[in-house]
């Protein structure tokens, strides 16, 4: 497929992620998100996200496959998690990608281990989000959000997952809400291969 295609495309995406935020604009208060995620969605090559057999479907407004059981979330529910956010320019945020490098994303670090625990060295972070669904919210992420922080997390059991939106405030209280229904892989509590005793 050529750029061109590509970016015909990615104006779909768009317009559904518009339809699929006025579908749910009762759950989340507005009828639009905020115009710099729209921005960002529109900027991001997803195609090179996956893999090259799957590039067509790309900007489909579906999860697709990744490897290792693991997928790409769909463009709505990233520009929903991401615009919950709000998340302002000199904010600090935990989620790693290794193809940012790629993209040109040269204000990031990287660690490749499990999301469950976080990443304490560098904590605390203004937002958290989080791409796989644990059963319930963890702890260590929870502990590891600033005060005045946001959170977006998938949580629950597999077949009643909800997407939640954690917020702590100044004084350290934290709240939830649960904004829609979702489907997400799980998020593992320990490492691949190991066992909590």
Known sequence: MSVKDFEILRRQMLAEIAAGTFHVSDLIG????????????????????????????????????????????????????????????????????????????????????????????????????????????????IHQLKAGGKMVIPAGLPDAQQLVLVEKNGNGKVTTKEILQVRFSQLEETEPGTRSN
Not at 94 to 120: D, F, P, V
């Open 30 to 141: 507005k009828a639009a998100l905020d115009e710099r995620v729209m921005a960002a969605m529109a900027k991001v090559p997803r195609h090179e996200f996956v893999p090259v057999e799957l590039q067509l479907y790309a900007y489909a407004n579906i999860p697709l496959p990744i490897g290792f059981e693991k997928t790409i979330s769909q463009p709505f529910i990233v520009a929903l998690m991401t615009d919950l956010l709000d998340i302002g320019a000199e904010e600090t945020v935990l989620e790693a990608k290794q193809r940012l490098r790629q993209q040109g994303c040269t204000n990031i670090e990287l660690k490749i281990a499990n999301g469950y625990h976080g990443w304490s060295e560098h904590a605390p972070f203004d937002k958290v989000i989080v791409t796989a669904a644990p059963d319930l919210i963890p702890p260590p992420l």
